[in-house]
């Protein structure tokens, strides 16, 4: 059984609150942070772009000490109540141990990104029990539609998010019968794999572990499952949610992600879940990781309590 801890569930944002726009990873486009400051001011909320929320070296927006200023800035700043991430890409992890891991208990507040940000996710998890939002990064409101609705459902809102699968995400056909109710953990395969053997690596013993990627040939996705499989993770989990994965072609290989997904997982014993519409594809619905959830492969749903109270 999963070991008892302290759970912080932020508040629910209501109009009025000032929210931070970071960018702990890589560089972003100011149009698209722009954007995100239109969507989010429609919504009555008062986003504030961060100093460095704007720069560029290399394939980082900015330097280490730079982009954990902003969110160590925003984690301890009594206003925010929300601290979004600008986009992914690459770089969380190289400032994880620079958190200010102190700040989060004082004043837990709801923290948004996906894909590196899962590594943010899961610091925060780790160290602090801070219940957290994966979901559409802030350059992706530019979008609008549903990539804005569920995000303002999972930040302003009480109510759970019923995710059902959907035929036309290709990982549709990766589901095995059952149901089970657990922590929802995880996030972007590529970084959970990464994350092992640091003490970011959440404990996913009897958890719902949710997993998606993007441009992953099935052989890499092969490699990041067999690593989590000869780790003895993925043999302690209770299920498995699987968003979306898609890859550059596969050439003259007729072997695919969904292939390898089906192979690697389905003999583990647990309820499989694919088609989830979360991820890098056309829909990203938000969910809260740390929240209770129920995963039934036999309805195709994925019911997940909210990150906010």
Known sequence: MPVSRTILNPNVLRAGDAVAL?????PVAEARVQAAVRELTS?????????HALDAEHFLA?????????????????????????????????ILELLDYDAVRRDPKLVVGFSDITALHAALWNR????????????QLERGGEFASTLRHALMSTEPMVVQADPAEPTFSVRTSGAVEG????GNLSMLSTCVGTPFMPDLEGAILL?????????RVDRLLTHLRNCGILQRVGGIAIGQFSEPGHGNNPVT????LIERLADLGVPLLGGLPIGHGDRNLAVALGSRATLDADTGTLTVAPAAR
């Open 43 to 51: 919504w009555g909320l008062r986003p504030r772009v961060y100093p």
């Open 22 to 26: 970071v960018s702990p990873a890589g």
């Open 128 to 139: 602090t029990g801070l219940v957290t939002v994966h979901g559409p990064v802030a350059a």
């Open 183 to 186: 922590t929802l953990l995880g």
């Open 211 to 219: 997993i998606e990627d993007v441009g992953e040939l099935a052989y």
């Open 62 to 94: 900015g330097s280490d000490a730079n982009r954990v200023a902003d969110i160590n800035d925003a984690l301890a700043d009594p206003e925010i109540r929300a601290v979004l991430c600008n986009r992914g890409g690459y770089g969380v992890q190289r």
């Open 257 to 260: 992600p969904p292939d390898v």
